[in-house]
C-alpha cells in the first residue's frame, strides 16, 4: 500500500490518456483510506485500547512534530519559491501544521494529522458504547466527503461559493474527517470481530471499485470507496498467513517508505527544475530509492547504536 502513496504523488500516469489516468486514480485512492482502517483495527483489536489510546495520541504528535522538522527546510524553500512574506509564510505553515496537515512536499503527513485528531476524539469516547464511538465518527466521515465532493464538483453551483471560499481558506477539504471515518472503521471491525464470505466481499469491493471508475459524482465515489475499502480489509484478514518476521519487516519498511518518499521526490523535483515532474521515470526512481532506505534501515534497526533513532522517526 505504501507503494500505492508513492504512486499517487509521483503521478506514473499523469500523461497517459483520460481512461488510464482515471482507473488508476480509483485505485491508488484506495491505499490511504486502507491504511487508516488498519491503524484503527491494529489498535482496537486489543482489549486495553482504552490505556494505550493516550500513549497512541502522544506518539502520533511526536512523530508529526519530527517529521515536520525533517521537511522544514522544504517548507522554507517552499515559502521562498513562491515569494511569500515572512508574515505570510508563518501563518501558512500554522494552518497548514494544524489545519491541513501537509507543508510543501510533504503532502503525505495530513495522514498522521488525522489520526491525532481520531485518537484524540475517541480518547474523549472512551465511557462511550462502540456504536456511539461509530456513529460520530460516520457522522464526521459524511461531513467530510460533503465538503471535499462540493470543493471537487460545486465550483459552478453558487449556492455552494461560501463553502468552498471557506475549506479553501482553512481546511482545503474534508479529508481529516474522512480519515478519522475510516478510522472508526477499522474499530468497528476489531471490536465486532466481522466474519464475512470471502468470495462475497470480493466481489462486492470489485463491484465498487468498477462503479467508482464509472460515477462522475464525488460524493457517490467517496460512499463506495468506503464500502471498498471494507470488503478489502475483511477479506485480507480473513487471509491465512504463517507466522515470520518477514511481515513485521514489511510493516517497519512500508513506515520508513510513506515517511520519506517525498524527500526524495523533491529531489527529483528540484532535478528537474519542477516542470514536468510527474512520470513513470519519477515514479520507478523515487520508488526504488525509498525501497533500497528502507531495507537499508530495517537491517540495522535492530543494532543498539540504531535502535533509538529508528524509533524517534519511525517508532
Known amino acids: 500500500m505504501a507503494i500505492l502513496v508513492v504512486a499517487i504523488h509521483t503521478g506514473p500516469f499523469e ?9 488508476f486514480a480509483t485505485i491508488t485512492e ?50 521562498i519559491h513562491d515569494g511569500v512574506s515572512i508574515g505570510t509564510a508563518l501563518l501558512q505553515f500554522i494552518r497548514g501544521f494544524f489545519l491541513i496537515g501537509q507543508q510543501f512536499y510533504s503532502w503525505h503527513l495530513w495522514y498522521v494529522l488525522a489520526l491525532i485528531y481520531a485518537a484524540v476524539i475517541f480518547c474523549s469516547m472512551r465511557k462511550t458504547t462502540i456504536n456511539v464511538r461509530y456513529f460520530v465518527s460516520l457522522a464526521l466521515f459524511v461531513i467530510g466527503a460533503a465538503v471535499s465532493a462540493i470543493v471537487l464538483d460545486g465550483s459552478n453551483i453558487t449556492t455552494f461559493s461560501v463553502i468552498i471560499r471557506m475549506a479553501k481558506q482553512t481546511i482545503i477539504n474534508g479529508r481529516l474527517f474522512m480519515g478519522i ?28 471499485i468498477v462503479l467508482s471508475y464509472i460515477v462522475p459524482y464525488s460524493i457517490i465515489v467517496f460512499a463506495l470507496r468506503y464500502i471498498t475499502v471494507f470488503c478489502l480489509f475483511l ?5 491465512y498467513l504463517p507466522a515470520s518476521d518477514v511481515y513485521v519487516k514489511l510493516r517497519h519498511s512500508s513506515k520508513v517508505v510513506y515517511f520519506t518518499h517525498m524527500l526524495f521526490f523533491f529531489t527529483w523535483s528540484a532535478i528537474k527544475s519542477f516542470q514536468d515532474v510527474n512520470g513513470m521515470d519519477a515514479f520507478v526512481i523515487v520508488t526504488s530509492m525509498t525501497v533500497i532506505t528502507s531495507l537499508l534501515i530495517i537491517a540495522h534497526k535492530d543494532e543498539k547504536s ?3 533513532i529508528y524509533n524517534a522517526f519511525f517508532g
Request: net charge positive; charged share 15%.
Open 181 to 208: 471515518g475510516y478510522f472508526a472503521l477499522g474499530m468497528l471491525i476489531a471490536e465486532k470481530k466481522m466474519i464475512y464470505n470471502k468470495n462475497a466481499l470480493i466481489a462486492v469491493a470489485f463491484g465498487c
Open 306 to 308: 540504531y535502535n533509538k
Open 30 to 79: 484506495i491505499a490511504v483510506p486502507f491504511f487508516f482502517v488498519t491503524s484503527g483495527f491494529l489498535l482496537f483489536r486489543n482489549t486495553d485500547w482504552k490505556l494505550r489510546i493516550g500513549r497512541y495520541a502522544k506518539r502520533m504528535a511526536r512523530l508529526y512534530v519530527v517529521w515536520n522538522i525533517v521537511y522544514l527546510p522544504i517548507s522554507i524553500f517552499g515559502f
Open 15 to 23: 500523461y497517459s490518456d483520460y481512461p488510464i489516468k482515471r482507473l
Open 235 to 239: 477479506f485480507v484478514i480473513q487471509i
